[in-house]
């Protein structure tokens, strides 16, 4: 099974992998997280002199289908989240269930100016960030295996599992 979880920017993606992994257990669940998959800075194309990470040209999408391909046969559950999880139709089309989390502009904001794990952005990058999810991140083909979640508040794990339906991709053993 391999379940794709999307949004902008400090929408909760990683948190939510991290928790499902770990609600699933026992299951053999990978998380492949998309920043992972990261060109070498030197190759990702530039936008006002600072690393363009906002575009999907930033990341290796043909090795990150190859993982998740190579995965999906060693692992009960993949879970495949970023910030382009629903830009590549190759990869789209292997996720059987789809999360996408969304956060207001103004949550986006608070979170984003706190995060410092690459340094300060400046505000114009920032606003980059919030532009460049509606372009290549956001999500266009919803159906039912489709859910779409607040990232502004915790996730209730209890109400999301009948959705993943996970017994109908896994074989338990005893």
């Known amino acids: 099974m391999v379940i794709g979880i999307g949004g902008v920017s400090n929408a909760g993606k990683t948190t939510l992998a991290n ?17 992972d998959f990261a060109h070498p800075t030197a190759e990702i194309p530039r936008i006002n002199g600072h690393t363009d990470w906002e ?3 930033s ?4 090795k990150y289908y190859r993982h998740i391909l190579k995965k999906k046969k060693e692992y009960d559950i993949v879970i495949a989240e970023g910030l382009f999880a629903f830009c590549d139709k190759h990869i789209y089309s ?15 904001w608070q979170r984003k100016s706190k995060d410092l794990r690459w340094g300060k952005e400046p505000d114009w990058y920032i ?6 999810h509606f372009k290549c991140g956001n999500l266009n083909d919803v159906d039912r295996n489709t859910l779409i979640l607040s ?5 209730n794990l209890d109400r999301l599992l009948p959705f993943l339906e996970i017994d109908k991709f896994i074989t338990k053993t005893s």
Do not use: M, T
């Open 127 to 132: 606003e980059h960030i919030w532009e460049s």
């Open 151 to 155: 990232g502004e508040e915790p996730i």
């Open 19 to 35: 928790r499902l992994k770990e609600k699933l257990s026992p299951l053999r669940v990978i998380i492949l997280c998309q920043d």
């Open 59 to 62: 990341i290796d999408l043909a």
């Open 94 to 108: 292997h996720y059987n269930k789809k999360i996408f989390l969304r956060i207001s502009k103004e949550i986006f």
């Open 55 to 57: 575009i999907p040209e």
